[in-house]
């Protein structure tokens, strides 16, 4: 599978994730509404003439449009809403040159910067230059690079990252470099010329 490299934010509208809880209204068809409906675990959902459909990794606006589509053979111009009733647990992970890699909670919205605070920051080795964030949406594979000190001084946008994002930051291969010296040079003991 490629991986499509690009300086701009991945798109942040995959709302739906495996386990939501939505609700589906059909205005004016009841028998074809589905209150409190679960997104099963490989992303999809049954309605009623619909049949199965992929919910995950789609906005609810493209849900309902795509469900509407669907109710045309069945419905006159059906008007389809469909709202996140219950959000499931949503998760980031957050690896390479931060202090303390691993999967975090996201509640709310949660921007790059934030991202890489929840593990406790870059690593003395992290090249501020190289911060990458990982997408999967509709089997794709994204990533976009960005540079932290141009997002901190306010000089670009802190992007979003949503659930099931992989934020990688990269090293510095002079900092790395200089950290091996200083690690060698301090394993060594220390001898003075006695009088």
């Known amino acids: 599978m ?6 701009t934010a991945p798109r942040s509208d995959a709302a739906i994730a495996p386990l939501d809880h939505l609700d589906v209204t059909v205005f004016r068809e009841p028998d074809l509404s589905a209150a409190d409906v679960t997104v099963d675990e490989s992303g999809h959902l049954a309605l009623p003439l619909v049949g199965g459909i992929v919910a995950a990794g789609k906005s609810t606006d493209t849900l309902s449009a795509e469900i509407a589509g669907k109710l045309r053979e069945y419905v006159r111009n059906p008007q389809v809403a469909v709202t996140m009733k219950q959000a499931a647990s949503r998760r980031v992970t957050v690896t390479g040159s931060v202090i303390q890699p691993g999967v975090y909670p996201i509640e ?20 501020m230059k190289q911060a990458f964030i990982f997408r999967t949406r509709n089997g794709q594979r994204s990533a976009a690079r960005f540079d932290l000190d141009a997002i901190a001084k ?6 979003e990252v949503i659930s099931g994002d992989t934020v990688s930051i990269g090293s510095s291969g002079f900092k790395t470099a200089w950290r091996d010296i200083l690690n060698a040079v301090s394993s060594f003991s220390i001898w003075r010329v006695l009088p």
């Open 2 to 7: 490629d991986l499509a490299i690009d300086t």
């Open 108 to 127: 709310g919205r949660l921007t790059l910067l934030q991202a890489v605070a929840l593990a406790k920051g870059p690593s003395q080795v992290a090249s």
């Open 154 to 159: 306010g000089k670009a946008n802190d992007p």
